[in-house]
Structures are given as C-alpha cells and as structure tokens.
C-alpha cells in the first residue's frame, strides 16, 4: 500500500519567514496529494491540494509543488503569521474507491511562528 | 452551521464497556468516512461509507461496527473497549465525483481506563 512520509517533525521560524514543509510517497499511482491544517482541539482542515497533472499550484500565501518523478510534494507558506502556528498533515492518495478518496496521510509537522 | 458534527467531544468509559460515536453532516454529501488519530497525531482510515455502503474497511478489530442509517449519518460502535482504544476519532465527509475535498468533524477524545 501507500506510504507517505513527512519532515520535518517540528518546525520553528519566525513572524514573516518562509516555512517549507516536504513529504515523500511510494505509490507511482498516486494522483491526488491535499494538504490539511490542524489546528489545536480542531479537527483537519484542508488548505491546499495538487492533482498529478500539475506541478505547482499557490493560493496566497500558500504554494504547493509536486515532483512526480522523484516522488514528492512539498507545501510552502511565506510570510508567516502566528495564526499559522497549527499541525500541517500532507496525505496521498491512489484513486477513488467509488466515489471515496481513501487518503494515506504523513506523520504531521507542528509548525511554531515565533512572534 | 456546523458542516460535520459529532457527539459526544469527549467520551470516558470503562475497559470492555460498549460505546458509539455518532456523526452527521449537514452538506448533502454522499460519502462519509472515519478515522482514528493516535497519541503521536497519526491519523489513519478505518472506514468509509457511501449512499449507506461500505466501501473502505480497513484492517480494523470487528470490534469496531460503523452503521449509516441515511447518507448524511454514519456512526461507530465499540464493542468490549480496550486501553489501545483510546484516541481522537475523526468524521469526514465528501461529494465525490469530482470534488476530493473531505470535510472533518471536531473529533471525538476517547479515553479507556
């Protein structure tokens, strides 16, 4: 099956610094890759996500890059804000099972924004 | 307008005690899923649900028995809880067809003592 593997386990930058955050999956066959924001007490939230057919894709301060042939994706915040301070999850994920997504997620990254 | 809801937040019980969680979802979505996030955050499938059919099992104890009375409810009962239990339980939901995006719930603690 799936294996997606994420780093770095902790990250710590300060206000208005770029975070990167990089995760790695095994499956050739994966094609769609989100990225979800987690906030404490909170459940996942989704903020960005790349399908294979493209390599970048940004949203504000959010961008996201996909290296099919290497195999991996990485999310990039700039100008950080404290509010961003949350677990960052990226997760991968073959295909649909019908209509559901079944989402291999990567060990999680808490991202600290230093004032 | 809560999007998923889930009952109860918390739930505290008892070694090989019976309990459910309960999820629903107000967006008209047709596949609901669950799954369980450990200590380390690590969050893992268990099941999804679609029109009320099964469609993901994971590797789970039978322990564990989703239902879905209607596609905008999907439940899980433990039977005979163990300590290895005790996690974050998380619903989701998603359209389908073209849209991936699944929506979380606020989770459910449950701790077995």
């Known amino acids: 099956g799936e294996n997606v593997e994420q780093h770095p386990s902790t990250l710590s930058v300060q206000e208005g610094d770029s975070a990167v955050i990089k995760c790695t999956y095994s499956?050739?066959?994966?094609?769609?890759f989100p990225w979800y924001k987690q906030e404490l007490g909170k459940g996942p939230q989704l903020i960005i996500d790349?399908?294979?057919?493209?390599g970048e894709k940004k949203d504000q301060r959010i961008a996201v890059t996909l290296n099919k042939t290497a195999k991996h994706f990485s999310l990039h915040i700039t100008e950080t804000q404290p509010e961003d301070s949350a677990v960052y999850f990226c997760?991968?994920?073959?295909?649909?099972?019908?209509?559901?997504?079944?989402?291999?997620f990567g060990s999680g990254t808490q991202l600290t924004v230093l004032p | 307008d809560t999007a998923v809801s889930q009952t109860p937040k918390y739930l505290v019980t008892q070694m090989g005690n019976d309990k459910s969680i309960k999820c629903e979802q107000n967006?008209?979505?047709?596949?609901m899923y669950w799954y369980k996030q450990d200590s380390k955050k690590f969050l893992k499938i268990m099941f999804s649900?679609?029109?009320?059919?099964?469609?993901i099992n994971e590797t789970v104890p039978n322990r564990f028995s989703p239902k879905s009375p209607d596609k905008a409810h999907l439940n899980l009962h433990i039977n005979s809880l163990e300590l290895g239990d005790s996690a974050v339980y998380f619903c989701?939901?998603?359209?389908?067809?073209?849209?991936?995006?699944?929506?979380f719930g606020p989770g459910t603690r449950l701790t077995v003592l």
């Open positions: 649900y679609n029109n009320k059919e099964l469609i």
């Open positions: 997760a991968a994920s073959i295909g649909t099972s019908g209509s559901a997504r079944q989402l291999t």
């Open positions: 499956d050739s066959a994966s094609n769609y």
């Open positions: 790349i399908r294979s057919n493209v």
């Open positions: 989701a939901s998603s359209q389908g067809g073209t849209s991936d995006t699944q929506y």
């Open positions: 967006l008209g979505h047709d596949t």
